[in-house]
Structure formats: C-alpha cells, structure tokens
C-alpha cells in the first residue's frame, strides 16, 4: 500500500486559504485520490475542545502555554488521525499544521523559536508534510480593506505589527524549507491562483 500524501494549507486571515482548501480538495476527489481533511487547532474531540478554549477566550496568554496546548493537540490528531490515514494510503489535506505555531507563538508572540523546534522534534518525530502551501498576503492589504479613510488607532497599529511579524515568520519557514513550502501570492485573482495550486499538485 502506498503511503499517502500530507498536504498543508497556511496564512492568515483574509488571505483566501479556506477557498483554496474547498478547490483543492474537490480537484483531488475528481482525480480519484482518497482523501481525509482536517484542521489545526483540532481534528480529533480533545484537539476540537482546545481549540474552543483557545480561539473562544479573550484572556490573555503565556505563547508557551499556548503552543503547549497546540502540539497537545497535534500529538492528539498525528496519533488518532494522520498518521492512520497516511498509512491507509489516504491524502490528508490539513487547515494549518506546526508552521502556525511558528508563526503565531513565536513569531506573532515572541516564543523562542527554538523551543518550538524541540517540541516539533519531540512531537512529530521525522514526520513533515510532503508539501505546505503558505498563501501569502501583505497584512496591510487585509486592514486597509476593512479600515476607512481615518487613521489607524493603537489597537490597530499594535494588531498590524503583529501579523507583520507573522508573516514574517512565515516567510522565514518558507525560506529554510524551499522545497516543502509554496510560497502563493494570494493577492492575484483566485483564477491565477488555481493554475498555479493545479501546477503544484501535479508534481506530488
Ligand atoms: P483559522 O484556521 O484561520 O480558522 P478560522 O478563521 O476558520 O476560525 O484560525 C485558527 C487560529 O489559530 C488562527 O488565528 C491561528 C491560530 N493558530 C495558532 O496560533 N497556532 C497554531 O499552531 C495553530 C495551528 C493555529
């Protein structure tokens, strides 16, 4: 039985991953491919929990408790539902993964990006995806959409910065990983787009 493929979706709000995932994954179905899709934080009951924990609550954290609670869960879905599924020769096509946690904890929050590196090792073992696709927006782009002519107030300024250095951080991903993350210009016309993600999954 050949193993099947581990794909995963990342970027951030706004920058049209959730489109993307409903494509893709129709265009696999087409090929006949057998295929599982599912999320980060989540994917299993206690990581679905988690997830309503942390996305629900406005409490302000500790990013390592935070990414605590994210590979928590991952060793949860890696245990209960990928690696099952990739055994099984099934496609698991899969709405963020460990590079959110780069991006976000440490990145975003300021975590050492190291300490994500051991839990990463320590959870996952050897296992990567076989491709990421980072669909990439300017996060300015995002606010200046949903912002009026007024200035932006610290809030937003403070939000801003911190999705600059997200994005930063996942940019720096792409850059040590050239070969398992597409970078995806997401602010082209999703037709453009397509062409591009169908290129892509042909050569997997
Ligand atoms: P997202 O996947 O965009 O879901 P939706 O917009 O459909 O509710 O949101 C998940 C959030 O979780 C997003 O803000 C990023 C965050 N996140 C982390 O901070 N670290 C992680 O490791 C993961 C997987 C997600």
């Not at 794909?7 to 491919?33: C, F, P």
């Not at 440490?106 to 990463?120: C, F, I």
Request: glycine fraction near 6%; aromatic fraction near 8%.
């Amino acid at each position: 039985m050949t193993r099947g493929r581990f794909i995963t979706l990342e970027g951030m709000d706004g920058a049209g991953k959730t489109t993307h995932l409903d494509w893709l994954r129709a265009r696999l179905e087409a090929r006949g491919m057998p295929l599982i899709v599912t999320r980060e934080p989540g994917g299993t009951p206690l990581g679905e929990a988690l997830r309503q924990l942390l996305l629900d609550s406005h409490d302000t954290r500790n990013p390592e408790t935070e990414a605590l609670l994210m590979f928590a869960a991952r060793r949860e879905h890696l245990a209960q539902v990928i690696t099952p599924a990739l055994e099984a020769g099934q496609w698991v096509l899969c709405d963020r993964f460990t590079d959110a946690t780069y991006a976000y904890q440490a990145g975003g929050s300021g975590m050492d990006w190291h300490r994500v590196a051991e839990l990463e090792r320590w959870v996952q073992g050897p296992l990567q995806p076989d491709l990421t696709l980072y669909f990439d927006v300017d996060p300015e782009i995002g606010q200046a959409r949903t912002r009026q002519v007024r200035a932006p107030d610290r809030f937003e300024r403070e939000q801003q910065a911190f999705y600059e250095r997200v994005r930063a951080a996942y940019l720096r991903r792409a850059s040590e990983h050239p070969h398992r993350i597409k970078v995806i210009d997401a602010a082209r016309p999703i037709p453009e787009i397509q062409i591009t993600l169908e290129k892509i999954i042909l050569t997997i």
